[in-house]
């Protein structure tokens, strides 16, 4: 069993920051790659970031050079150092887990329940 859990959403005037973070747990190997994804009302959920497990980024257009993602493999967590905050990134902010390694094998595909960041003056 294994569970994401994301804090550090809230409201936010334009241009400040914000910190996301996502504690993975349960008895857990190995992560393979995390990623933070968005969803606005009304629109698709988007990819924003990645990390793979030796720390290779990479970022969505729209994010590059003000969102950083980062992450601490020994506390099994993920964090998303979120500036220079525009109105256009509110959205709901889910973790994922790309694959991750268990006792009884691989699950994959494992999503966090979301936190609200809302850009707003």
């Known amino acids: 069993q294994v569970q994401l859990v994301e804090s550090g959403g809230g409201l936010v005037q334009p241009g400040g920051s914000l910190r996301l973070s996502c504690a993975a747990s349960?008895?857990?190997?190995?992560?393979?790659?995390m990623n933070w994804y968005r969803q606005a009302p009304g629109k698709q959920r988007e990819l924003v970031a990645g990390?793979?497990?030796?720390?290779?980024?990479n970022y969505s257009d729209s994010v590059k050079g003000r969102f950083t993602i980062f992450r601490d493999n020994a506390k099994n967590m993920v964090y998303l150092q979120m500036n220079s905050l525009k109105p256009e990134d509110t959205a709901v902010y889910y973790c994922?887990?790309?694959?991750?390694?268990?006792?009884?094998?691989?699950?994959?595909?494992?999503w966090g329940q979301g936190t609200q960041v809302t850009v707003s003056s």
């Open positions: 994922n887990a790309d694959r991750v390694l268990l006792p009884t094998g691989y699950r994959l595909g494992v």
């Open positions: 349960g008895n857990i190997f190995s992560i393979k790659d």
């Open positions: 990390i793979t497990h030796d720390g290779s980024t």
